[in-house]
């Protein structure tokens, strides 16, 4: 499936120091769900995950393969059932909420957790400044 721009526009607004690649995966919902079983043991399709590459569990590229400056940043996978049923619910468009889950999942493999009782609002603020950078009004946290 097609990603509608989505690469080009995460990288356009993720931060000026980020440096790498990484791959974004649109799923089916029951793929998802079965991401999030194996590896969150949670028996649900949830909206996004985040493999940061330094992750044992995250697939390698193939050896011998060009990975540009050399750094994998990670793997995100998005449901598109979930992200379709997410996008009516907003009251925006599918790419709209493709763009909120990538953002999302960006930052969490660049070291931000939400959930974290020491995070104190941190990735909420970078998402809201990242979002207005975007064109985005909506986001996952708030």
Not at 71 to 86: E, F, N, S
Not at 95 to 107: D, S
Not at 114 to 130: F, T
Request: charged share 30%; proline share 4%.
């Amino acid at each position: 499936m097609r990603d509608g721009g989505l690469a080009r526009w995460l990288a356009g607004v993720a931060p000026r120091n980020v440096r790498g690649e990484l791959a974004i995966a649109l799923v089916s919902d029951a793929q998802m769900r079965a991401l999030n079983r194996r590896y969150r043991h949670k028996d649900y399709a949830t909206d996004v995950l985040s493999f940061p590459a330094d992750d044992e569990d995250v697939l390698k590229p193939p050896q011998g393969a060009r990975t540009g400056d050399g750094r994998a940043l990670g793997d995100l996978v998005i449901a598109t059932g979930v992200a379709k049923r997410q996008a009516r619910e907003a009251g925006h468009s599918y790419q709209a909420e493709l763009r909120v889950l990538a953002l999302h999942g960006l930052l969490h493999l660049l070291g931000y957790d939400h959930e974290a009782p020491d995070d104190n609002g941190r990735m909420k603020r970078v998402e809201s400044r990242l979002r207005r950078k975007g064109g985005l009004r909506a986001g996952l946290i708030g």
